[in-house]
């Protein structure tokens, strides 16, 4: 179900990768869609679903793990968190 969602998102140009730069952006309000992994650290998610809240932003809870999201976004890394605006 997600899965599209975040396929269409990565066509985008403007996409952010981490809890760093998606809070920072969610503070400055340029983000429309928040992707967490299923297996996203309790913390992290707490304080992106707080921030999504305030600037009221779709959060998109993925049945995929950090290491299968960085698989299709083609990343080395384990992505937990992802945005786009």
Same mark, same amino acid.
């Given at each position: 179900?997600?899965?599209? =969602?975040?396929?269409?998102?990565?066509?985008?140009?403007?996409? %952010?990768?981490?809890?760093?730069?998606?809070?920072?952006?969610?503070?400055? #309000?340029?983000?429309?869609?928040? %992707?967490?992994?299923?297996?996203?650290?309790?913390?992290?998610?707490?304080?992106?679903?707080?921030?999504? +809240?305030?600037? =009221?932003?779709?959060?998109?809870?993925?049945?995929? #793990?950090? =290491?299968?999201?960085?698989?299709?976004?083609?990343?080395?890394?384990?992505? @937990?968190?992802? +945005?786009? @605006?």
């Amino acid at each position: 179900m997600s899965l599209p =969602k975040l396929r269409e998102a990565l066509k985008s140009k403007k996409i %952010f990768f981490g809890t760093r730069q998606t809070i920072r952006q969610l503070k400055r #309000g340029n983000l429309k869609i928040v %992707f967490l992994s299923h297996d996203c650290n309790p913390s992290t998610k707490k304080g992106v679903e707080h921030y999504a +809240s305030l600037e =009221k932003v779709e959060i998109v809870r993925m049945e995929q #793990g950090s =290491k299968e999201i960085a698989q299709l976004c083609k990343k080395n890394y384990p992505v @937990s968190v992802l +945005s786009t @605006s």
